[in-house]
C-alpha cells in the first residue's frame, strides 16, 4: 500500500518462522475505513487494509480477549513484568526494538500488512540487521507478549528504558523536538523520523544497572494498563493513504459549500442538484445511471421541494421513481445533516435496500440501519459523528417513530419517504402506516414527507392528509403495449375502440393433438415467440398452477434450449442445492435445464434470491410466479403472460393488473414492453371493464375489524402524551386520512362519536384511566395509559390479543418449562397465525408422543389432553369442546421446536408436510412476535424473569442456524446457504468480510458474483462501522465529566 510505514504494530503474530522482508504493495491500494481485525485461527483471508484515520469507526478493544483469564493482554503485561525483573533488562530492549522498528512480515500470513513505500533495499537490510542483534529467545518472547497490547500501552513499554528525570531539571531536550509529540510517535516513519532510536537499532543503550531505577513493578504495571484503557480508547489510528487524504478533503470541502448553498435561498444549487461531484460518480459507477431522465430533473428542481413542502409523486411502473427518492436522502443526510427513513412494503425490499445503500454510506460516511423482523433498536443510538439512514418495513417504521417521539428525538429526522404509498390503504398494515404518518405531521414541522407510488387513483385525499404538493407524469422509459388473447386471436387493448379491444392477429403455432390438449392456452406458442434471446414472466392465479405452467413449458420445449447457457444453469442448480443442504426442488431441478423456473412464497428466501439473481443475469429466461412478485423486487421482461384474470379466487383489482402489466419492458435493453391477458369467453366483459376503469381509491383503514386500528392510534397517542385530553385527540384525528374521508367512510355516526367510543373501550379494557377532577369539563381532563396499555403499544402487540398474552404469561410464571424452549416458544408463536393452520393429526400425534414427560406436561396447562389429539388422528368424533386455537398454535409451536433442535429447513418441511418456504414464513414471523413480547415484558415488572429468556430466543429464531453462522448472517442478504459458504472459505465473523477484497470472494466463494461479493463487503464495513462508532461513543459517554456532579464548576449565570 502507498503508506508509510508505522512504528507501532497492533497486530498479532505467532511466535514461530517470522519473517523480516515485505513484498512491494500494488500501487493505488486503496485504505479501508475500517480497523484491522485478527483472523480467527485456521481461517484465510485476504490482505487487511489500513484502517482510516477517523476515530469514530476504530472498533475499541475488538482485538482482545478482554482484561482477565490466563490469555488476556492484562494478564500477558503481569507476565512481562515478571519476566522484565529475571532479564534485567534485555526484554525491554527487545521490546523497545520491536516497537520503534517499522514493522515486519510473516509470508505466509494472510493478514500481514504490506511494506511501506519508498523503503528500499539497503533499508529491509538495515531493519533485518537490527533485528539479528537480539537474541533470538529474547526476541520472540518480547514480540509474543508485546504484539497484542494496544498501542498506548506500547508507547508506556518504550518510554520505561528512560531514567525518570531529576526533581526540578527541565525535560531532556531533543526527544521531543527530534521524534515530536508522544502521539505521534505511533505514525512515525523510516523516512520521515529523525529520531536517533529509529534510525540506529544496532546499538541499544544501556537500562541502568539498578534493580530498582531499571525494572518495573508488577502492581504498578497493573494499575498503569488498567487505568490507560480509556487513553487507549482515543489512540490515534493509522493514517490512511495521501490518495485517500485528498479525496476526504476534496468530498469534506464540497460538502461544506453544498450545506452553505442549502441554506441560501438560491435555486441553483450545483452540478448535481447540491450533492458532491462523488455522488454523482458512485451513481454511475454502482448503477451505471449516466443521465436523468429529464422529468426526474423536472421533479428535483421543484420549487416546493427547494422549500422544504411535502410532496407525492405518481408514476408508471419502471419510470425511475426510485432514483429521485435516494437523491432528496443524499442530499438531508450529506447537505442537511439529518436523519432519514425510508419505508419499504416487504422485508426483502428492505434487506436488497439496505444492500444496495450500503455501497454509498461507506463511500459517503454516513450509516445504513436496517429494521424489519427482529432487527433494530428502539430508540435508535444517537450519533454524534455521523447521520443515520433506517430502512424499515411498515410496522418497524412505526415503532422507530413512536420510540423517537418518546425520547424527544423526531426532529432529528429530517425526511422521510415512502415507497408504495398506496399501502395506506392495504389493512393493519395501512393502518400502521397512516398512524406514523399522522404522528411526524402532528409532532413535527421540520420534518417532510416525500410518498412515490404507480396506483394512486384520489391523490387529492392523501395531498390533503399529508399536506403536500402532487407531481405527477405518464412517462415510461419503454412503451407498453397492452394485449388481451381470446382462443387463437389476440386483441390490442384501446380505450378509443369500441368494446375496448381492436383486433391485432391470429396466433401461428401447429400444435399436435395431445399438444392441444395438454396446452389449450397457447402458453408454449406465446413464450417461444421471445424465449430464450429474451426474458419472459407468467403470471398464475396460483401457487400450485405457478409449478403446472413450469413443467408444461419445459417438457415441450426443443433440445435447443438445453443449449443456451448451460453452464450456469449448472451452476444455479448447485447453488440450489448448497442452499437447500444437499436438497433441491425436484421441479425446479427439472425445469431449470431448459432455463424455466417458478417463483412463489413455497419457496425459501434462498431460493427465490437465487432465482432472481439468475433470472436477471439471463441464465432463466422464462418465471412462472403469482402476483407477489409484481408488488416485490423489481423483475422486469420483455413479454409479460398472465394467466388468467384472477388472484386465487377473486377478479384482479386495477391496481394489481398494473402491477403486473407494468413488468413489461427493460429500460436499456428492449425498446417495447408487450402483456397479454389470457381470458375465457365468458369473461370478456370482466376483463373489458378491468382494462378501461380507473384505479382504485386508497381508504384508510384505521375502523376496520371493529376500529382495531383507531384504538391502537388513541393508545399509542395517550402514552406517548400527543394528545391527552379528549380535545387534543379529536383535533389530531381530525387530520388523519380517516378525519379527510370520514364523509366517505362513516355511516350514522361522526367522527367525534366514533373516537368516544374507542376511548371508551380502552378504559373498560384497563388500558387507559380518567383522571378528571370535579372541576374539569370531560373534553379537557387528561388521560392517562396504564402499564398493560404501555406495554401494548411498546411492544406494537394487536389489541385484539393484548389481554390473551397477559394472561398467557402470567399462567407461564406459575409453571415455567425451562427444560427445554418449548414453553416459552408457544408463548411467542404469533395468535394470528392460529387462524390459517390446519393440523395434520398423525403428525400431530407422533410429534406429541417424542416430547420428555416434563414437555407433555405443557399441554395439561394449556387444558389440551393428549386424547383430544389421538382421537381426532383416528377420525373419531369429538364430543368435548377444545379450545381450536390453542390447539392449531400448539401445532406450529411443534414446528418451530423440532426446527430449532434440527435447523434444517427441509427436514422439518417433509415431516411436517408444509412446504418450506411456510415454515421459513413462520420462522420469522416467530422472531418479530418474540422480538415485541420482549418489549411487551420490559414494561411489566411482574415479567422481569421473561426478559433475559426472550432475547435469547429471539436471537435464535432470528437466525435459526449454528452459533458460528450468526456473526455472518448479521449481514444484510447474507443467508444460511451464503453464511456456509463463506464460513467454508475462511471467512468466520464479521471483520472478515468487512476486510476482504471483492476479487478474492468471488475466487474463493462458489457462484458468488463480482456485484454480490461488492455488495457483501459493503455492507459488512457498514455493519462493523456501526458497531465500532456505538462501541466508541458508549466509552465516551461513561468517560465525560458530569456538570451536576456535587463539587463540579457551575455555568456561568447559574445559581
Partial sequence: MAEDGLAVRRKSRPGAARKRSRAAPPPGAACSPLPRKRPSPGGEEPPAELPHSNDSEEDLFGDYDGSCGSHSWLARGDDLGHKSLQDKGEGFQAAEDILLQPGTEQEDHPCAPETPAGLGAGQEDALELGEGALPAGRQEASEAALDDLPSSQLLYFEQLK??????????APGRRSKCGSPSLAKTRTPSSSSCPAAEDRSQPPALPSDSKGGSVNTESLQAHLKSALSGNAKAQTLQPSKTKQLQEAVLSKELCVARKAFEAPSADRGPFYGLPSRVEELFRQLRGIQALYAWQHHCLTLESLQQRRNLIYSLPTSGGKTLVAEVLLLQELLCRQKDVLMILPYVAIVQEKVRGLSSFGVELDFLVEEYAGSKGRFPPLQRRRRKSLYIAT???GHALVNSLIEAGRLPELGLVVVDELHMLGEGTRGAALEMALAKILYSSKDTQIVGMSATLSNVGELQSFLRAECYSSHFRPVELKEYVKVGASIYRVDSQAEGGFTFARLLSFKYSSSLERADPDHILALVTEVIPQHSCLIFCPTKKNCENVAVLVSKYLSRDFRAHRAR????????????GSGSVCPVLKQTIPWGVAYHHSGLTSDERRSIEEAYSAGVLCLLACTATLAAGVNLPARRVILRAPYVGRDLLKRTQYKQMVGRAGRAGIDCAGESILLLQEKDRHLVQELVSSPLENCYSNLLQEQAKGLQSLL???VGLKIAVTPEEIHSFIRGTLLGVQQQQLLKGKSLEEITEEGLESLVKEGLLQESRSEKEHKSQS??????????????????????QLYRDLRRGLEGLLLESSLHLLYLTTPYELAAGCSPDWLIYLQQLSQLSAAEQRLLHSL??????????ASGQVVSKAVDTAVVNRLYLTLVLYSLLKETNLWSVAEKFSMSRGHVQSLLSSAASFASCVLHFCEELDEFWVYKAL?????????????????PLMEVAGVQEARAKQLHRAGYRTLAHLAHAQPAALVSRVGLLSHRQACQIVSSAKMLLSEKAEALQEEVEELLKVPTDAPGSPQPAGSS
Fill in 162 to 171: 528512560e531514567p525518570p528525570p531529576a526533581p526540578g531539571a527541565p525535560p
Fill in 394 to 396: 411498515i410496522e418497524k
Fill in 568 to 579: 450456469e444453469k449448472e451452476q444455479l442448480l448447485r447453488s440450489l442445492r448448497a442452499a
Fill in 715 to 717: 393508545l399509542s397517542l
Fill in 782 to 803: 387528561p388521560l392517562r395509559v396504564t402499564p398493560l396499555g404501555r406495554a401494548a403499544y411498546k411492544g406494537s402487540i394487536d389489541l385484539a390479543h393484548c389481554r
Fill in 863 to 872: 387444558g389440551l389432553p393428549e386424547s383430544f389429539i389421538a382421537r381426532k
Fill in 950 to 966: 426472550l432475547a435469547e430466543l429471539t436471537k435464535k429464531l432470528t437466525y435459526c442456524v449454528q452459533p458460528e453462522l450468526i
